[in-house]
């Protein structure tokens, strides 16, 4: 058969259209969507390449399948000028036996060369998928916070998953195809012509009737073929927010099953009708080839037929040249198409090269920290100025809800202004403010969660932006918060911070967060599963296996965010008096709003409007009579009855 009428984008499905898309309103992509230039030598280069060697034995086993397709069709016209004129000629039956053993040895060339490659095809594509998936997988978890808080999970994970399949379809099954055809073309077309070459002529004459359908249906699927990846991305994210934890309980909550399941019916219909439209057109195509090829074939056979009874042919070659117009008009007009078909294939790779193209603003610098002195955790900030990245500068339109959407270009206001202060050696600065007065994005640029628009942050001496970032995030600890635990044992998610921690290390870190007796409680103790996000232990559980995870890494500075706000008083007590002994020596920069935390503080920073506005020990604060003191009367005072 035909490579081309066996292809699945002839059918109801294409192997770069799975599962086609939504059409969100009525939007539609312009046809004739143009792809970047060098598109196709890039892909050569960063991901062919490699696989030159195989490439070429692929195409080697191509050529040999695609020509032993057509071969059977010279063996048949002579079966049947033998069977024919069997009466006339001596030892008829003898060739009749070798053309029938020609025949079955023709079939098992190409059944071994279509095996062969399938083998290579198989291993090729395969090995692209893990390229593909393994550099957009590392290069996007190396993308700043800010490129995580505007993307949707569910369009990032399709582009791992759909885009990157598609993208290995277009290597080996795409360009495989279209080589297949060449070599089907050019073989069925040169025994067209040693038969006849008026007579090819004629049959190819309606060819361009397959052209000019070919390039309509062509710029159809390629529309389509995008749209479908925006918007199954689009639909998979709606499944991902909705059907994790979180996204389910705030579903119950708020009493919208029943919405939620109409918008999803509405998302599964348009996908539905977009796939009917898209198996519409390509049946389309594929009956009106049928029907063009099968008037080629009753336009040979009725001028071929009037030349045997005229002795120009001989019944052999009439009934070969109809078998050879079927298996060349197929691969004629795929190829005709040829530019179209490499577009669509490409659109895949495009859109993987959308993420890997992805600047990342935060890099890594040279120096190691601690390789050339012992780590003492000292933190200054030099006249740090700050505002959020604008949606251009952090994120990727496609990966937006909406394909058409346009990102701002411009920055959100100023978050820090002019902030400077020094945090010595195992000093405890504690951050106090009202809600979105900088504290947390103060904390967020120790680490490099983002980097400063003007000034600098230093550790030990050193500009942050000129460290390694493995040996940074080695020097400080993190506790959020919001706690996050994988899906994975308590204890996996503890390990994950020091992977060769020994189980004494371990069970020492969480007495020290006051969790080792919960642990010990569990059904399967450390070995019990978290669920996802951690949801199967309360919150002051799951933030106290966090504290226990950064006792465990041991960094030398630690920045602690609300790390006990979801602590009951007595659990935050007996945490206080675990930070306070595992704090000791260390650096700590901590946001609180609890009395108890600000108290023992070295100093405390008044955060307010992005800037310092008061700075010292608690008792000169209160008694300085400014916005520490007000909120001091107004939270940590009634948080101080409270707890009394």
């Known amino acids: 058969m035909n490579p081309a009428f066996g292809s699945p984008r002839f059918g109801g499905g294409s192997p770069m259209l799975p599962g086609i898309g939504r059409v969100a309103h009525g939007q539609e992509l312009p046809a004739g969507t143009k792809l970047p230039k060098g598109l196709v030598k890039r892909v050569w280069r960063e991901f062919a390449r490699p696989y030159r060697g195989r490439l070429i034995w692929l195409l080697v086993a191509i050529a040999g399948a695609s020509a032993l397709t057509v071969a059977p069709a010279r063996v048949i016209g002579e079966i049947v000028d033998v069977i024919e004129g069997s009466g006339l000629q001596e030892g008829a039956a003898g060739r009749l036996d070798v053309l029938v053993v020609i025949l079955v040895v023709i079939a098992l060339g190409a059944a071994a060369f279509s095996l062969w490659q399938r083998y290579l095809s198989s291993w090729i594509g395969e090995r ?56 089907q073309t050019v073989v069925a077309v040169g025994l067209m012509l040693r038969i006849s070459p008026m007579l090819t002529l004629l ?97 040979a056979y009725w001028v071929g037929g009037r030349g045997v009874l005229g002795g120009t042919f001989t019944a052999g070659q009439v009934v070969e040249f109809g078998i050879l117009v079927t298996a060349a008009y197929a691969p004629l007009a795929a ?50 100025s700050f505002a959020y990245p604008s949606a251009a500068d952090s994120s990727l339109a496609s990966l937006e809800r909406g394909f058409s959407q346009v990102l701002d270009a411009e920055r959100g206001p100023p978050v820090l202004t002019d902030v400077s202060f020094v945090v010595g050696a195992g000093e405890t600065v504690a951050l106090v403010g009202p809600s979105g007065s900088g504290k947390t994005t103060i904390c967020n640029l120790v680490p490099r969660l983002y980097d400063a628009d003007e000034g600098r942050v230093r550790v030990d001496g050193h500009d942050v932006r000129n460290l390694t970032l493995p040996s940074l995030a080695a020097a400080i600890g993190v506790v959020t918060q919001d706690a996050h635990l994988f899906h994975d044992t308590v204890y996996e998610n503890l390990r994950y911070a020091k992977p060769e921690a020994t189980d004494a290390e371990i069970e020492a870190a969480c007495r020290a967060a006051q969790i080792h007796d919960v642990i010990e409680g569990l059904p ?21 296996i966090a504290l226990a995870r ?76 400014g916005l520490y003191a007000e909120l001091y009367r107004t939270q940590f005072a009634q948080g101080a009855q409270a707890q009394g």
Do not use: W
């Not at 949707?152 to 379809?169: C, E, K, Y």
């Not at 935060?362 to 050339?372: C, K, Y």
């Open 128 to 183: 692209l998928i893990y390229d593909l998936r393994r550099q957009v997988f590392d290069h996007v978890q190396r993308m700043p916070v800010a490129f995580f808080t505007r993307t949707q999970t569910g369009a990032l994970i399709s582009r791992l998953n759909n885009d990157v399949i598609g993208a290995q379809r277009a290597l080996t099954g795409t360009f495989g195809t279209l080589a297949a055809n060449v070599v």
């Open 203 to 299: 049959v190819l004459s309606v060819l361009p009737v397959f052209v000019v359908i070919a390039r309509y249906v062509g710029a159809k699927l390629q529309e389509l073929t995008r749209q479908s990846m925006e918007l199954n991305a689009e639909m998979s994210t709606q499944m991902t927010e909705r059907l994790n934890v979180a996204g389910a309980l705030l579903v119950k909550l708020f009493g919208r099953p029943g919405q939620e399941a109409e918008a999803f019916a509405d998302d599964a219909r348009a996908v539905a009708d977009i796939g009917v439209r898209t198996a519409v057109v390509g049946r389309l195509f594929f009956a009106t080839l049928t029907l063009l090829g099968a008037l080629g074939t009753a336009l």
């Open 335 to 384: 190829l005709s198409n040829a530019p179209v078909e490499i577009l669509t294939a490409l659109v895949s790779f495009d859109r993987v090269f959308e993420i890997l193209d992805l600047r990342r603003p935060i890099d890594d610098g040279d120096t190691v920290l601690g390789s050339e002195e012992p780590l003492r955790g000292e933190v200054a900030f030099e006249g740090v």
């Open 524 to 544: 399967q103790g450390y070995e019990t599963l978290v669920g996802e996000r951690g949801y199967r232990m309360s919150g002051g559980e799951k933030q106290r």
């Open 550 to 625: 950064v006792f465990l890494k041991d960094p030398c500075i630690v920045v602690l965010d609300e790390a006990t706000a979801h602590l009951d008083s007595e659990s935050e007590a007996a945490v206080q008096r675990a930070l306070g002994k595992a704090l000791a020596g260390r650096t700590s920069l901590v946001i609180a709003h609890r009395l108890s935390t600000v108290v023992g503080a070295d100093r405390i920073l008044v955060i307010d409007g992005g800037r310092i506005v008061q700075r010292g020990r608690h008792e000169e604060l209160v008694r300085a009579e």
